[in-house]
């Protein structure tokens, strides 16, 4: 899904019964550092709360973390939630998403098959994120951003 705006928004929060903050704290500071706004859901959030805030905020990409295994059943459903709200943006899940995830790859393919534009195991570096992002929505860096990479 590609947004109809150039939009810098994204909304970022925990699905589920989840109630890990470390790793959306981490991103939202992250993310807000590269020029994003960022709307932080917070924990323990439902697939509506997140359709709900990415329609009100007119966000560009919607970023669902999980580290407590269970994700594939939080996620059914998500991408049709966000399409009966009309939300129109890029969505990304990360994390410990399956208990026992011995394959990603595997993991990967079935986030892929749930409508995950993006899927990103619970070690990936939040710049690979951002830089994934920033191709998905062809957007430049901000000029603070290449001050820093030519330093």
Same mark, same amino acid.
Do not use: W
């Given at each position: 899904? +590609? &947004?109809?705006?150039?939009?810098?928004? *994204?909304?970022?929060? *925990?699905?589920?019964?989840?109630? /890990? *903050?470390?790793?959306?704290?981490?991103?939202? /500071?992250?993310?807000?550092?590269?020029?994003?706004? +960022?709307?932080?859901?917070?924990?323990?959030?439902?697939?509506?709360?997140?359709?709900? $805030?990415?329609?009100? /905020?007119?966000?560009?990409? *919607? !970023?669902?973390?999980? !580290?407590?295994? /269970?994700?594939?059943?939080?996620?059914?459903?998500?991408?049709?939630? !966000?399409?009966?709200?009309?939300?129109? $943006?890029?969505?990304?899940?990360?994390?410990?998403?399956? +208990?026992?995830?011995?394959?990603?790859?595997?993991? %990967?393919?079935?986030?892929?098959?749930?409508?995950?534009? %993006?899927?990103?195991?619970?070690?990936?570096? &939040?710049?690979?994120?951002?830089?994934?992002?920033? %191709?998905? !929505?062809?957007?430049? &860096?901000?000029?603070?951003?290449?001050?820093? +990479?030519?330093?």
């Amino acid at each position: 899904m +590609v &947004p109809s705006t150039m939009s810098r928004t *994204v909304v970022l929060g *925990v699905i589920g019964s989840d109630a /890990h *903050v470390v790793g959306i704290t981490i991103l939202e /500071h992250a993310f807000s550092a590269a020029g994003f706004t +960022v709307v932080n859901l917070g924990v323990q959030t439902s697939k509506e709360e997140f359709a709900e $805030a990415a329609v009100e /905020h007119d966000a560009a990409a *919607v !970023l669902v973390s999980s !580290l407590y295994g /269970h994700a594939e059943q939080d996620c059914q459903g998500f991408q049709q939630e !966000l399409e009966d709200a009309g939300a129109d $943006a890029v969505t990304y899940i990360g994390g410990n998403l399956a +208990v026992g995830q011995d394959d990603f790859e595997q993991t %990967r393919r079935t986030f892929r098959e749930l409508g995950f534009d %993006r899927v990103f195991d619970s070690e990936t570096d &939040p710049e690979e994120a951002i830089a994934a992002l920033r %191709r998905d !929505l062809t957007l430049s &860096p901000t000029e603070s951003e290449r001050a820093t +990479v030519t330093s």
